[in-house]
Nanobody
Framework: QVQLVESGGGLVQAGGSLRVSCTASGHPFIALSMGWFRRAPGKQREFLATMPYSDSNTYYADVVNGRFTASRDNAKSSVYLQMNSLTPEDTATYYC?????????????????????WGQGIQVSVSS
């Protein structure tokens, strides 16, 4: 069983920056594909970024590309989401997710049903 614990987040003014972190345990981290998602009030969960274990690249949703940077530190079993130029539309609960499964194409990791484990979620609020 994989446990994911998120930290960071909070309240920031529009235009500001925040970083959320997620630390995994219970499984060799290098064998986990990691993703970031968010759920805004009244909306469905939304894909933000994925870092497949079999791929050294990071893939982003168009809505955050250029503003958000996802990274992973295998030595610390952690992933990070650096968020810049935040707007009130970025207000949401942010989740990290882990998958043990292998998919041949990175686009499949953009679907939340491809992930087996989820963090508890952390709130990010952006004021105008």
């Amino acid at each position: 069983q994989v446990q994911l614990v998120e930290s960071g987040g909070g309240l920031v003014q529009a235009g500001g920056s925040l970083r959320v972190s997620c630390t995994a345990s219970g499984h060799p981290f290098i064998a986990l594909s990691m993703g970031w998602f968010r759920r805004a009030p009244g909306k469905q969960r939304e894909f933000l970024a994925t870092m497949p274990y079999s791929d050294s690249n990071t893939y982003y949703a168009d809505v955050v590309n250029g503003r958000f940077t996802a990274s992973r530190d295998n030595a610390k079993s952690s992933v990070y989401l650096q968020m810049n130029s935040l707007t009130p539309e970025d207000t949401a609960t942010y989740y990290c997710a882990a998958s043990k499964r292998y998919y041949s194409h990175y686009s499949l990791y953009m679907d939340d049903d491809k992930y087996d484990f989820w963090g508890q979620g952390i709130q990010v609020s952006v004021s105008s």
